[in-house]
């Protein structure tokens, strides 16, 4: 079995809503991504990279608006693959799947944005597709849904429970940098 760190969608649109004082869960998910990314890479095992690109020039999404730019924490190294979906799973539009099977992944421990939309999706897409996932809960940014009246804690903890109840493991920072070698 390897294991490799999956970083989904830790892109400035996220800082910015950040910045904005949006409504969110683990503000500080780019500090225990940059964490969990330097153990891994000590540990000489894998960093992938999943970024969301939209077509419609007017997206913050875009690939050449500010806001589809990598977070700090979510800068991909030399020889650390990225990955562009446009899809809110990525499996669904990349060859994420072909790629972990060819270099042999079994096991993804998955950080980044947004709870409630492209980790959740990414999540059950890589269980139902047999490798064990992992969701570093602490590590996963949640925002609030204003229009249909749910905050970030609400989707957050219903998203966690889904995954945690037929999908994957859910494990905070503490519990896997503890289980790093030294």
Known sequence: MTSALLI??????????LDAGRERVNGEAGEKIAELAAAFRAARRPVIHIRHREADVSSALHENAPG???????????????????TSSAFASTELEGYLHEVGITDLVVVGAVAGFCVN???????????????VSDAVLGFDLPDAD??????FDVTMAHLKSDFAEIVETRQLMAMQPA
């Open 8 to 17: 989904i969608d830790m892109q400035m649109v996220m800082q910015e809503r």
């Open 68 to 86: 589809y730019q990598p977070m700090p924490c979510a800068k991909a190294r030399e020889n650390e693959p990225v990955f562009i979906k446009s």
């Open 121 to 135: 999706t990414t999540v059950r897409a890589g269980s139902d597709l047999g490798f064990r996932m992992s969701v």
């Open 150 to 155: 749910l905050s970030a804690r609400q989707i």
